[in-house]
Structure formats: C-alpha cells, structure tokens
C-alpha cells in the first residue's frame, strides 16, 4: 500500500525559535498534500492545501505567515513553524492524495511538537 | 459548507460484542464519498472503510460494515465480534467527488473495548 512518511517523528523546540517537518510520499507521486493539527482527544483540523508547484491555500484562521508550507515536489511537502510559542505545541499530520482519479488520502504518522 | 457530525464522545463494548458509531453529515452534494478512519492510541489514521454515495449497497469490510441513509444523510459504523485491538477514537469523515478534494472530519468518538 502507499506509504507516507514524516519527519522529526517528535521535536522540541525552544520558543522563538523555527522548526520544519517533512511529510514525503515514498512509492506514488502526490499532486496534493494536506496538512492538519491535531489537540489531544479531539478532531483533525484541516491548515491548509498543497499542490505542487503552487502556493497553498490555507483555511480560515490559520496564518499563513507563520505556518509555512512548500510542496517543492511531487513527494515531498514541508511545514516550517516560524517563531514557535508554546501554544504551537500539537501534534502535526500530513497526508498525500496520489491524484485526479483516487479517492484516497494515505496519513504520515504525525510530528509531535512541543515548544518550551 | 459540509459538517460531518459525531455526537457521542464515547462508547464502550464488551469484547466479542456488536457496537455502532453514529454519524450524520449535511451536505447539498449529490455525488461524494464518506469514510471511517481508525486512530488508535499510536496517532497513526487507518482507513476502515469507504462508502461512495452513488453506491446503494452498504459497503462492508470483515467485521466492519455501514450502514449508509442517503436521505437521512446518516452513516453508522458497525463493529462485530468486535475486539481488544479495536479500541481507539474513530472519526467520520466526507469528501466531495473532484480531484484530491478535502476531507472533512466528525469530532470523533472514543471507543473502549472491555475483556
């Protein structure tokens, strides 16, 4: 099956500070990458969408200028938090959609971010 | 905009027993997709099964089965002979047909499976 992949699996940071985590599709190409956060005990909150090539679009609420996303491939997304505070601490999950005729998205494993 | 939701938190089934999920969603689309996914307590989504809504006959997988009420826009999960290792929050989900659209998700609920 479709493999995706993240990396750090968990970061901590200080506050103030930047961190990248890396959402790559290992065997299919992925046109569009989504990015979601997650609080303990609750929903997948949608940030935003990728597709290569292109800027994301980014969901209502979230800002754009600190959550950083570039999909420089067809497999490989990032998401840079910029200047982390604590409350950006969460558990970050990408996910990958091999493209126009799959229904499917295929889940990384999640990047738990603590920030101190 | 499509709301997919989950009313019940949580739910608790004794081993080897029957358990439904509960799920409604609203939307004006006539052609989409609904799932359920599986998160347990290592964070990683599974997919459990799909349903596409032109489709009348309920989808089932193993002990996993939906039952789908294009009408009432309802979408239960049934667990059978269900087990320890199902215990985990399940999510329902929708998706409208188009190239990698978004998904979007219920709150969840927490489901426990007693010895």
């Known amino acids: 099956g479709a493999v995706v992949s993240q990396h750090p699996s968990r970061v901590i940071c200080k506050s103030g500070t930047s961190v990248k985590i890396e959402c790559r599709s290992l065997?299919?190409?992925?046109?569009?990458m989504f990015w979601y956060r997650q609080f303990p005990k609750q929903s997948l909150m949608l940030m935003a969408t990728s597709n290569e090539g292109s800027k994301a679009t980014y969901e209502q609420g979230v800002e754009k200028d600190k959550f950083l996303i570039n999909h420089a491939s067809l497999t490989l997304s990032t998401l840079t938090v910029t200047s982390a505070h604590p409350e950006d601490s969460s558990f970050y999950i990408c996910?990958?959609?091999?493209?126009?005729?799959?229904?499917?998205?295929?889940f990384g494993p999640g990047t738990r971010l603590t920030v101190t | 905009a499509q709301t997919v939701t989950q009313s019940q938190p949580e739910m608790s089934v004794q081993e080897a027993e029957t358990v439904t999920l509960s799920c409604t969603y609203d939307?004006?689309?006539?052609?989409?997709?609904l799932f359920w996914y599986k998160q347990p307590p290592s964070r990683q989504m599974i997919l459990v099964i799909r349903?596409?809504?032109?489709?009348?006959q309920n989808a089932t997988e193993n002990r996993f089965s939906v039952n789908f009420q294009k009408a009432a826009k309802s979408f239960s999960l049934k667990i059978s002979d269900s087990q320890l290792g199902d215990a985990a929050m399940y999510f329902c989900?929708?998706?409208?047909?188009?190239?990698?659209?978004?998904?979007?998700f219920g709150k969840g609920i927490t489901l426990s499976v007693r010895p």
């Open positions: 989900a929708y998706r409208r047909t188009g190239a990698n659209s978004k998904l979007t």
């Open positions: 349903q596409e809504a032109y489709k009348q």
């Open positions: 939307t004006s689309e006539s052609d989409y997709y």
């Open positions: 065997d299919f190409q992925a046109t569009t």
């Open positions: 996910s990958a959609a091999p493209g126009q005729n799959s229904y499917e998205q295929y």
